[in-house]
């Protein structure tokens, strides 16, 4: 007597194949439907693989589903951000439109709001935050998958406490993220390929993919986080609370996101950062005060600043290696 009841599905789709690899089960063998392709399975294998064919007929159905569009970056044409009011209840003066590609840095002094205006953007407000802003997505209100479901939100968030508790290897923990997106294996190797190439360029400091997670370093994790949401990550929207202090090289960090089409805000006390905007906000007293495009001045002397700062790396990169920095400091104009 046979032990599937359940309907049958149809294994034509590529996908059903991935599925199986994901679980470490055997390939398809030509099989046509999953009910054949089980049936043919020895006893080991299934109390192995700890499935029952219903379980598994419904485990196939919901990853045919989700990998549907799991892999699809959420289209997103402009990001607007409406004025709200400030901490003492007066309203605010802007009114933002971004769009992909656009680096939007967020400056003022401790306390005065940046993090509340990138929280805003996080749960696109819609007025039912503090500051009572409202953020439209392609000119309207998001749907409230876009809100409240993590698959469906369109904002990802790199944070400044960078703590791994997972006592994985690099590499297994970007391949679950991959798995998580139901990317098939060979493309799932080249993002984890892409990620860890990405990371060790960014950090300074050289790790590798058998390097467990908790025992990088905070710029080790920033830099890993950051390739991450750039190459395995779909939300076109990425937002950074101080990346200056991660010890990370943050020019090519911004330049990750932009190649990807991203829109990136990113809270900063770095001229460096400050300056590779496409804008800066002003933030003051809980809202937007001043919003302030780059003039040809400021775009001269931030490439002053790129400059500046290969020289700094380099003294770092001097120090970490035990050398004496005894040559007296000339900093040529470049």
Excluded at 20 to 34: E, S
Aim: overall charge negative; glycine content about 8%; aromatic content about 4%.
């Amino acid at each position: 007597m046979s032990d599937t009841p359940g309907p049958d599905i149809p294994l034509s789709d590529p996908r059903c194949g991935d599925f199986l690899a994901l679980n470490h089960l055997p390939g398809l063998d030509g099989h046509r439907t999953l009910r054949s392709w089980w049936e043919a399975q020895p006893w080991a294998i299934r109390a192995e693989a700890g499935w029952d064919y219903d379980r598994l007929r419904e485990a196939l159905a919901a990853f045919l589903s989700a990998s549907a569009h799991a892999g699809t970056a959420p289209v997103l044409d402009t990001l607007e951000i409406l004025p709200g009011r400030d901490k003492s209840g007066a309203p605010e003066r802007h009114a933002l439109c971004l769009r992909p590609g656009d680096i939007v840095a967020l400056v003022g002094p401790t306390g005065a709001g940046k993090s509340r205006l990138l929280a805003d953007i996080e749960c696109l407000a819609q007025g039912d935050t503090p500051t009572g802003r409202v953020v439209r997505v392609n000119g309207r209100a998001p749907d409230p998958e876009s809100r409240f479901s993590g698959e469906g939100k369109i904002v990802a968030q790199i944070t400044q406490n960078m703590n791994f508790i997972m006592d994985l290897p690099v590499a297994a923990f970007l391949r679950l993220h991959a798995e998580s997106r139901a990317l098939p294996p060979h493309e799932a190797e080249s993002a984890v390929r892409r990620v860890l190439e990405s990371a060790v360029g960014m950090a300074g400091e050289p790790f590798g993919p058998e390097t467990e997670l908790t025992q990088l370093s905070g710029g080790q994790s920033r830099a890993l986080m950051i390739a991450d949401a750039a190459f395995l990550s779909p939300k076109p929207v990425i937002l950074i609370d101080e990346i200056e202090n991660a010890g990370v090289d943050r020019t090519r960090a911004l330049e990750l996101f932009t190649d990807q089409g991203k829109i990136v805000l990113l809270s900063t006390h770095d001229p460096l950062l400050a300056l590779s905007g496409t804008c800066r906000l002003v933030i003051r007293n809980g809202a937007v005060s001043d919003v302030i495009e780059p003039t040809a001045a400021e775009k001269e002397n931030h490439r002053r600043l790129v400059h500046l700062d290969k020289q700094l790396g380099a003294l770092r990169e001097a120090l970490r290696h035990g050398r004496r920095i005894e040559q007296p400091l000339v900093f040529p104009t470049p």
